[in-house]
């Protein structure tokens, strides 16, 4: 039986895999609002943080790779790798840390933080890996890079939180019956 249960792990992954790359294709042509996000965290809180950190990584390769708008440049490729991997980490933390059974208005902040501080984390290592190339290391135009940005980061970060802290916890509660399968 051990042996089915990690073809069932690995299958779920590769699903959930598809699943994140899928949504992250649903708002693609609105800048900065995104899904994908959200589901490399579900992904994460569904199958533990290790699997949630490959899933990410995975996810946000394809995402890349494949994106219609062309793929990205390695340095950024790396750092939104990096960033999903966090995210589905964090996932898998938070179904340990049972935010899940606290009162709505805490667990309505926690998800909404969460959200928040995984969307800061994104923004500023993209840019960074983005800017450092762009501007050959020269600070001023690093700077310059984050305060013309600083619109899309504050969308990014505003659809990200409520996308965290109002659905996440609704369809989370939902898909409970997956993890205690």
Do not use: C
Not at 133 to 141: F, L, P, S
Not at 165 to 180: D, N
């Amino acid at each position: 039986m051990q042996h089915r249960a990690g073809y069932y792990n690995w299958l779920l992954a590769a699903l959930l895999v598809a699943l994140s790359v899928t949504v992250g294709y649903l708002f693609i042509a609105i800048p900065n609002v995104e899904m994908f996000t959200a589901a490399v965290f579900v992904s994460g809180f569904l199958t533990g943080p290790g699997r949630g950190a490959l899933i990410g990584a995975a996810a946000a390769l394809l995402f890349s790779l494949f994106n219609p708008y062309g793929a990205a440049a390695p340095p950024l490729l790396l750092t939104q790798i990096i960033s999903m991997a966090l995210t589905g980490l964090a996932g898998g933390l938070v179904q340990r840390a049972h935010w899940l059974e606290r009162p709505v208005w805490i667990r309505t902040a926690l998800f909404g933080g969460a959200g928040l501080l995984l969307t800061l984390i994104y923004d500023v290592l993209t840019t960074l890996s983005f800017a450092i190339i762009m501007a050959g290391g020269d600070a001023a135009k690093v700077w310059a890079s984050f305060v013309y940005g600083m619109a899309f980061y504050g969308l990014h970060m505003i659809s990200n939180t409520l996308i965290f802290a109002l659905l996440l916890p609704l369809l989370l509660e939902r898909l409970r019956f997956i993890i205690t399968r």
